[in-house]
């Protein structure tokens, strides 16, 4: 861990390089511990440290940006130089407003020291109590226990400064059961809320209902999605929908929809990087405060997230989700999105299921058809056929072709819980419950 006072001195010295310039400088660094095991054994343990540091400098209207994962004088020298060089070659842009001048951070605790010191021991242990589950049934499994501190640091010649740190720590198992698997994971700040013997029931239970899976033809069923199926989902509009860039470029389906009803009355998403539920960083890329952004109310399209740059283009302030860069720009992007719960449980709706689906997970999901937030993908580690109300066969896993908008608009029931849950792809962690969407739509099968 670099740490506050550290991690500022870098940026600063970094600063006293631009001579000439306006300059904004991002340091971001992980420290990551990681047990993995595979059939029934631990295979690997191993430890690192990640840093990467951005300078971008600014002239007018022009910017370049470059990047060092080396923090020495002479990294850092060649860091701007070559933003210079990278500025230089580029043209003007006419939308750039500068960079942004500070505004108060809101500081959180999101250090846990049990994660942070979390040894290695016990984490085979915590791995141990799967494994031996798993083995006195006769199964494998396998899976990864990861724990890690994360900090980012941002300055500028502005004036911003802003640091934050926290933990994470990421438990997931997937059992095996001869052609039959089942997943389960727990995502959260603090090692104290993982309970491996809760996450070994969960996978095992997947994997062991129902010794054969049965084919079932593509259709529209209703279908239960558990959270880690959610995140998939809801991943999409995310990455699609919800951010500024897409909206001042038209495509967004919110682009022009603003105060219209979008999806059912049952759907509320928002944006909330204060809350301490989520992964929680107070501010963004730009060292702009993070502000809470909902997006859809009741149904109703309500907003989208901003960075500096299409805050100007808009007329409005930033909303503190300046994310990844696209050449020397960033594009706004939600970072803790939350999924509104209802009144509902998963056993009550597996009650009110006459005939239908439940989903565990998906499986290398992607978006052929943006403006409607069409996703695709299969199902993954537990599907299983519902019928009068109970769970009556495992099914051969199915790909799913859906657009989001409209399937949020047959939302059924949601639980009246919620936690946090990362998609397949890593790309985001959310809080979300489980939900029943009536008629999801299936459009292949598959032979496993």
Not at 275 to 283: C, E, G, K, R, Y
Request: proline share 4%; hydrophobic share 40%; aromatic share 8%.
């Amino acid at each position: 861990m670099i740490g506050k006072e550290d991690a500022l001195k870098v940026l600063e010295k970094v600063l006293s390089f631009c001579k000439g310039f306006e300059a904004s400088v991002t340091l971001t660094a992980s420290d990551l511990s990681l047990t993995r095991y595979y059939d029934n054994h631990i295979h690997q343990n191993l430890r690192r440290h990640v840093q990467a540091l951005t300078v971008r400098v600014v002239k007018g209207k022009s910017t370049g940006i470059a990047s060092t994962n080396l923090l020495d004088d002479g990294s850092l020298r060649w860091a701007v130089q070559a933003a210079v060089e990278s500025m230089e070659a580029s043209g003007e842009e006419k939308e750039f407003p500068g960079l942004p001048k500070p505004e108060p951070v809101q500081e959180i605790n999101c250090y846990i020291p049990a994660t942070a010191n979390l040894k290695p021991r016990d984490r085979a242990e915590a791995c141990a109590v799967v494994i031996d589950a798993a083995k006195a049934r006769g199964l494998q499994a396998s899976g990864t226990y990861s724990t890690g501190v994360r900090e980012v640091a941002v300055a500028s010649t502005t004036g911003v400064r802003a640091y934050h740190v926290g933990t994470e720590a990421f438990f997931r198992t997937i059992v095996q059961d001869g052609d039959n698997t089942g997943y389960a994971d727990r995502l959260t700040r603090d090692v104290r809320d993982i309970d491996p013997q809760a996450v070994a029931e969960e996978a095992l239970g997947k994997a062991t209902l129902f010794p054969e899976a049965i084919e079932l033809p593509p259709g529209r069923y209703d279908t239960i999605f558990e959270e880690y199926a959610l995140a998939d989902l809801i991943r999409f509009l995310g990455m699609i929908a919800f951010g500024a860039d897409a909206k001042q470029h038209g495509r967004s389906f919110m682009a022009r929809r603003l105060g219209e009803k979008v999806m059912g009355d049952n759907v509320t998403i928002w944006d909330d990087g204060l809350d301490p539920a989520s992964l929680a960083v107070p501010f963004d890329a730009e060292g702009m405060p993070k502000k809470k952004v909902v997006f859809i109310e009741n149904g109703v399209a309500r907003g989208f997230v901003y960075d500096s740059r299409t805050a100007a283009k808009d007329g409005v302030r930033s909303t503190g989700h300046a994310s990844e860069m696209r050449g020397s720009r960033f594009v706004p992007r939600p970072s803790n999105m939350f999924f509104g719960t209802g009144d509902s449980t998963r056993e009550e709706m597996l009650r009110s299921t006459k005939r239908g689906l439940l989903v565990t997970r998906f499986h290398y999901t992607h978006c052929p058809e943006p403006m409607n937030v069409v996703a695709t993908g299969t199902t993954r580690d537990g599907t299983f056929l519902i019928e009068d109300g109970q769970i009556v066969a495992r099914v051969k896993n199915l790909r799913f072709t859906e657009s989001m908008v409209e399937a949020f608009n047959r939302v059924e029931a949601i639980a009246s819980t919620a936690r946090l849950t990362r998609d397949w792809w890593g790309t985001f962690d959310s809080v979300l419950p489980c939900v029943k969407i009536k008629e999801f739509s299936f459009t292949g099968s598959t032979m496993f």
